[in-house]
């Protein structure tokens, strides 16, 4: 009976996600997948062709470096927020305006905060004005058009975009420590940091590598950003796994390459999993 009642869930699973990736896998290992009426079996050899790719590992460096500076900001301005949020020396008005201010970055859909960055990192934009009236820059900087500051600018963006996740999840954990432990650590003689450093971040640590790893996998991912505000460009500057992946699938029409680069994301991502399970399954 208990195998009944799982099975629609299991049939929906294996019909949604493991059909499709054990296919991505079988493509990886063939030559012309789709394009070639008999496609065949090569093995490894579209593995061997990507890592031979120098475009391929500077999408994997960009990946990386968009990734963990993502996680690293989102965390620090998440907590940083949190902290804000749960104060009780700001008044409880404030708090509750700056409550929708903080969370607006999170309604936001991808392609919406694409031209939102767009228009303000524009060369005759809104930051180029500020910064040129505070003497700043003495010139219009093209964020997202140069090779220099492309990466940089986009990664902003995703910083921006994801912070509120951090914040709603750490402003939650921080609710739930108990106000004896602060209480017992101020007769002791501990000041404001050492009740932070010894209670506060202690009891926060299992929601902040939980969180952290979910948004590890989830950015490795991103996709809308990237292609609404750069596609990749200028010259791969902002090239990621995600876009070099597209563009080998649905610009040159290389189905197998794209499905062996697929699998390289799959491979990190379960990697990322595999620390996630493991942390939940310790707690």
Known sequence: ?????????????????????????????????????????????????IFNDPVFWQSVGQTLYFTVMSVIFHLLIGLAFALLLNSQRVDPLIRSILRVLYI?????????????????????????????????????????SSTKTALHALTFANIWAGYPLYMVSLLAGLQGIPKD???????????????????????????????ALLDFIWTMQVFPLVWMTTGGGPIYATEVLSTYTYKLAFSSYEFSRASASAIFILIISMGATYFYIKHQKAR
């Open 1 to 49: 009976m208990p195998y009944l009642y799982v099975a629609p869930a299991t049939f929906l699973f294996c019909l949604l996600m493991l059909f499709p990736m054990l296919t991505v896998l079988r493509y990886s290992l063939m030559d012309g997948a789709i394009t070639k009426k008999d496609a065949s079996f090569i093995g490894l050899q579209n593995y061997v062709t």
């Open 104 to 144: 607006l970055p999170w309604l936001f859909t991808a392609v919406i905060i694409a031209i939102i960055w767009r228009l303000l990192l524009d060369p005759n934009g809104v930051v180029n004005s500020i910064l040129m009236s505070l003497h700043i820059i003495d010139f219009k900087v093209e964020w997202f």
């Open 181 to 211: 432990l602060y209480e017992a650590a101020g007769i002791d003689g501990a000041n404001e940091f050492q009740k932070f450093r010894y209670i506060t971040i202690p009891q926060l640590m299992p929601i902040i590598i939980s969180i």
